[in-house]
């Protein structure tokens, strides 16, 4: 196991195990356009730094996520952009979490905020990826992201240029 500390955060992570799963998963799978846009997003690698850091650190590609979803978006989506919820599963075990009561009694510790996101970690209690190796985390990610696909954001039902 190798041992990684983030914000008050510090997981074992399974790094063969991890590396293993990653080889051979393909990228976030859905075809709709918010998680198309997210996966446009994170292949040409315009996700914050840090993350990208983090994810590099844990040989994860960004777009091979293990869920993804644009939770919502507002008149103002154009300025702030599209507020997304993303994980990548993680083999291995959270040992530490930051000191707060915030998601006391859940499976997640509390959100870390950092420039351009919020980080937790945790387990979800839901089967994202059912042969993934036993034990496991999720790093969970909270962060607005620009809309850069060719359509609007809505659906195919209006024009790219429509409020």
Same mark, same amino acid.
């Given at each position: 196991m190798t041992t990684f500390s983030w914000y008050g955060y510090a997981a074992e992570v399974?790094?063969? /195990?991890? &590396?293993?799963?990653?080889?051979?998963?393909?990228d976030w799978s859905c075809t709709c356009g918010h998680c &198309?846009?997210?996966? /446009?997003?994170?292949?040409? &690698?315009?996700l914050p730094a840090e993350l990208l850091n983090i994810l590099d650190s844990l040989s994860v590609p960004p777009e091979k996520a293990t869920y993804v979803c644009e939770l919502y978006h507002d008149e103002s989506w154009r300025e702030k952009g599209l507020l997304y919820q993303v994980q990548w599963r993680l083999a291995g075990a959270v040992v530490q979490t930051p000191e707060s009561r915030e998601n006391e009694g859940t499976f997640w510790g509390p959100p870390v905020q950092l420039p351009g996101f919020h980080l937790m970690l945790g387990h979800e209690t839901f089967p994202v990826e059912p042969d993934f190796p036993e034990p496991n985390f999720d790093l969970n990610v909270s962060l607005y992201l620009p809309w850069v696909l060719d359509e609007h954001v809505d659906g195919p039902g209006k024009r790219k240029d429509e409020p």
């Open positions: 399974d790094m063969p /195990a991890t &590396r293993a799963w990653y080889a051979q998963a393909g &198309r846009n997210f996966l /446009a997003l994170a292949k040409e &690698r315009r």
